[in-house]
């Protein structure tokens, strides 16, 4: 019988090593002046150096070169004083050159590790990883295959290329072998590339977004029988495109590997390709033919030897880590956990905060981005943050506080902004939305809603405050919730004796 | 004893795309083989005192600022392709890994 995850588990441990790499969001390629913008027509951001032509030479980024060390310090990493570049040699027309300018064995960073939080079932655990190294190198072209059924490689008759990709800056995150995650393989595989990705983002280095490929993760994993001592051979999935296939593609291979060695069947060590419909994996060049990259240093480029004092720079100059200020954002605004995972998963923490920061209140700016703008954002199918800009939402939070706008005039307003009829002002001017504290105005309303309903006005009169309830609702009603509630009720019942 | 087997020349040749009969494989096989024997005589010169170096001047931070110049036309960089397509550059079917 086939075994489950469970059944894996019991007898087998996982050991899991991920390789990141991330596009830097530099104007322009790490050995080029070529921009750099994604969705470019083919072929528009091509240069000699960047097609290989005969006779060109590169010359380094240096705000690549910066934000690598940026980069590795983030991860805790020692920076070389001194590396190279090497090239990789290769035939595989997605680089012109015939080889990728890369680091081998001088990268810049070196050493690190990175802590990642996990939910266990005896609560929350930090699992660290250790990180082997940072290096930089140029990301390859992009083919597109052409003939055969699948559009896939394998078939086609010919491939096209397009080159504006090839060049671009790329850092690659390796960490050293993780043992001991246990059941919770995947999930720290996850959370890891979770915590890399925010890291990133908040050095501002890269656009991190896994669905352009601006962050691709490899995920190897092999098991070993419980007790042997060894290490299992490992598989290497690429193709795996968002967080949660970083989890499914751990968790798949861990159970189509238990099967196979549950049969006395051996593992290959190959390459994979993650299948984002099934989950599963399918095979793809197997390592044990892998080519023979012959590295050697790039004669065309000198050695990078940043300064010390530089380097100090830099590292005086990081950011607050997302996982610290995740905490105290949490505490600060006290959130409840689950709205915080809520904020944090929606990706809106960088927008409340900005919203907060304009002078609104926590918890109203929360609530405002998760739920109204949000819901909407859904069901348009966009970015929340699309739709209104957090000055707008913070001015609409302070037309509440100061009473200028009630909750549901608040609402109509957002409307109309998400609506285009331009500014939280404007909505109000054009719709009217004005709150109505004119008391002689309200009391018609209220003399219209006892006359329509004598019986409840009567039991108020007679000491049923909340059966007042009815009569304030249809107050709001009348003015079309341009009533400050509290003062309806409170005029209604000074009126019936109260 | 010889720098360079028979058996890696050819590995190296498959490697670098370039094909070879079993004669220019016995030849090259020798002739690679006294040039890695010259080779090991720098090398003893070279004693743990002389830094391997990669490029002839002693240069280090070599870079350029982070400013877009223009690229070429897409025309002029598909104007060396022996063939191209939807202004991609056209290549024989590849086998090996998609990407």
């Given at each position: 019988?086939?075994?489950?995850?469970d059944?894996v588990?019991?007898k087998?441990?996982p050991t899991?090593?991920?390789e990141?790499?991330?596009?830097?969001?530099t104007?322009?390629?790490?050995?080029?002046?070529?921009?750099?913008?994604?969705?470019?027509?083919p072929?528009?951001?091509?240069?000699p150096v960047?097609?290989g032509?005969p006779g060109?030479l590169p010359?380094?980024?240096?705000?690549?070169?910066?934000?690598?060390?940026?980069?590795g310090l983030?991860?805790n990493?020692?920076i070389?004083?001194?590396?190279?570049?090497a090239r990789?040699?290769?035939?595989y027309p997605?680089?012109?050159?015939?080889?990728q300018?890369?680091?081998?064995?001088?990268?810049?960073?070196?050493?690190?590790?990175?802590?990642?939080?996990i939910?266990?079932d005896?609560g929350v655990?930090?699992f660290?990883?250790d990180i082997?190294r940072?290096?930089?190198e140029e990301d390859?072209g992009k083919s597109?295959h052409?003939?055969?059924?699948?559009g896939r490689?394998?078939g086609?008759e010919?491939?096209?290329l397009?080159?504006?990709?090839?060049?671009?800056p790329l850092?690659?995150?390796?960490?050293?072998m993780?043992?001991g995650?246990?059941k919770y393989?995947?999930q720290?595989?996850r959370?890891?590339v979770t915590?890399?990705?925010?890291i990133?983002?908040?050095?501002?280095?890269s656009?991190?977004k896994?669905?352009q490929?601006?962050l691709?993760c490899?995920?190897?994993?092999?098991?070993?029988p419980?007790?042997s001592?060894?290490l299992g051979?490992r598989?290497?999935?690429?193709?795996?495109?968002?967080l949660?296939?970083v989890?499914?593609?751990?968790?798949?291979?861990?159970?189509?590997q238990?099967?196979?060695?549950?049969?006395?069947?051996r593992?290959?060590?190959?390459?994979?390709?993650?299948?984002e419909e099934?989950?599963e994996?399918?095979?793809?060049r197997s390592?044990?033919?892998?080519?023979?990259?012959?590295?050697?240093?790039?004669?065309?480029l000198?050695?990078?030897a940043p300064?010390a004092?530089?380097?100090?720079?830099?590292?005086?100059?990081?950011?607050e880590?997302?996982?610290?200020?995740?905490?105290?954002?949490?505490?600060?605004w006290a959130?409840?956990d689950?709205?915080?995972?809520?904020?944090i998963?929606?990706?809106?923490l960088d927008?409340?905060?900005a919203?907060?920061k304009?002078?609104?209140?926590?918890?109203?700016?929360r609530?405002?981005w998760?739920?109204?703008?949000?819901?909407v954002?859904?069901e348009?199918?966009v970015?929340?943050?699309?739709?209104m800009t957090?000055?707008?939402?913070?001015?609409?939070?302070l037309?509440?506080?100061?009473g200028?706008?009630?909750?549901?005039?608040?609402?109509?307003?957002?409307?109309?902004?998400i609506?285009?009829?331009g500014?939280?002002r404007d909505v109000i001017?054009?719709?009217g939305?004005k709150?109505?504290?004119d008391?002689?105005?309200?009391m018609a309303?209220?003399?219209?809603?006892?006359?329509?309903q004598?019986?409840?006005?009567?039991r108020v009169?007679?000491?049923?405050?909340?059966?007042a309830?009815?009569l304030?609702g249809?107050?709001?009603?009348?003015?079309g919730?341009?009533?400050?509630?509290?003062?309806?009720?409170?005029?209604?019942l000074?009126?019936?004796?109260? | 004893?010889?720098?360079?087997?028979?058996d890696?020349?050819?590995?190296l040749?498959?490697?670098a795309?370039?094909?070879?009969?079993?004669?220019?494989?016995?030849h090259?096989?020798?002739?690679?083989?006294?040039i890695?024997?010259?080779?090991?005589r720098?090398?003893?010169?070279a004693k743990d005192?002389?830094?391997?170096t990669?490029?002839?001047?002693p240069?280090?931070?070599v870079t350029?600022p982070?400013?877009?110049?223009?690229?070429?036309?897409?025309?002029d960089a598909?104007?060396g392709?022996p063939?191209s397509?939807?202004q991609?550059f056209?290549?024989?079917?590849?086998?090996?890994?998609?990407?």
């Amino acid at each position: 019988m086939a075994l489950n995850y469970d059944g894996v588990i019991e007898k087998y441990e996982p050991t899991l090593g991920l390789e990141v790499h991330v596009e830097l969001n530099t104007n322009t390629k790490m050995f080029c002046g070529c921009a750099t913008a994604f969705g470019a027509e083919p072929n528009t951001q091509t240069c000699p150096v960047c097609l290989g032509l005969p006779g060109s030479l590169p010359v380094v980024n240096e705000v690549a070169i910066e934000s690598a060390i940026r980069i590795g310090l983030a991860l805790n990493c020692s920076i070389a004083p001194f590396s190279r570049f090497a090239r990789k040699n290769y035939f595989y027309p997605d680089m012109p050159k015939d080889f990728q300018i890369s680091q081998y064995d001088e990268p810049i960073c070196v050493d690190g590790f990175l802590d990642v939080e996990i939910d266990t079932d005896e609560g929350v655990k930090t699992f660290r990883v250790d990180i082997e190294r940072v290096h930089m190198e140029e990301d390859t072209g992009k083919s597109l295959h052409v003939g055969g059924s699948t559009g896939r490689i394998h078939g086609a008759e010919y491939s096209l290329l397009d080159y504006n990709r090839a060049g671009i800056p790329l850092m690659e995150i390796v960490t050293k072998m993780i043992p001991g995650t246990e059941k919770y393989a995947p999930q720290v595989a996850r959370a890891y590339v979770t915590e890399l990705r925010d890291i990133l983002r908040s050095l501002g280095v890269s656009d991190v977004k896994m669905e352009q490929g601006s962050l691709r993760c490899d995920a190897n994993v092999s098991l070993s029988p419980r007790g042997s001592g060894k290490l299992g051979t490992r598989s290497e999935t690429k193709n795996v495109n968002s967080l949660r296939s970083v989890e499914r593609a751990i968790h798949g291979e861990m159970i189509r590997q238990g099967n196979l060695l549950e049969n006395g069947e051996r593992i290959i060590q190959e390459t994979r390709h993650f299948l984002e419909e099934s989950g599963e994996t399918r095979p793809g060049r197997s390592k044990e033919t892998a080519e023979d990259y012959r590295y050697f240093q790039e004669p065309d480029l000198v050695p990078v030897a940043p300064d010390a004092t530089w380097i100090e720079e830099i590292r005086a100059s990081l950011p607050e880590r997302p996982s610290v200020r995740r905490k105290r954002l949490q505490v600060d605004w006290a959130v409840p956990d689950k709205e915080m995972t809520a904020m944090i998963n929606a990706e809106l923490l960088d927008t409340v905060e900005a919203t907060v920061k304009l002078g609104a209140d926590p918890t109203k700016a929360r609530t405002w981005w998760l739920g109204e703008i949000s819901r909407v954002a859904n069901e348009k199918e966009v970015e929340a943050t699309s739709l209104m800009t957090p000055a707008q939402v913070a001015e609409i939070i302070l037309l509440v506080a100061s009473g200028e706008l009630t909750d549901k005039l608040a609402r109509a307003v957002v409307e109309g902004v998400i609506a285009g009829e331009g500014s939280p002002r404007d909505v109000i001017e054009k719709r009217g939305l004005k709150v109505v504290s004119d008391d002689s105005a309200l009391m018609a309303a209220i003399e219209a809603a006892i006359a329509t309903q004598p019986d409840t006005a009567q039991r108020v009169r007679d000491g049923n405050i909340p059966a007042a309830g009815a009569l304030i609702g249809a107050v709001m009603k009348a003015t079309g919730g341009a009533a400050d509630a509290a003062r309806v009720r409170e005029l209604l019942l000074q009126h019936l004796g109260q | 004893m010889a720098a360079i087997s028979r058996d890696e020349v050819a590995h190296l040749a498959r490697l670098a795309r370039i094909e070879m009969s079993s004669d220019e494989l016995d030849h090259l096989a020798s002739e690679l083989d006294q040039i890695l024997h010259a080779v090991d005589r720098v090398q003893e010169a070279a004693k743990d005192d002389v830094p391997p170096t990669s490029h002839p001047l002693p240069l280090k931070n070599v870079t350029r600022p982070d400013v877009v110049v223009p690229s070429l036309t897409p025309q002029d960089a598909l104007s060396g392709a022996p063939a191209s397509d939807e202004q991609r550059f056209k290549v024989p079917q590849i086998l090996g890994d998609a990407e």
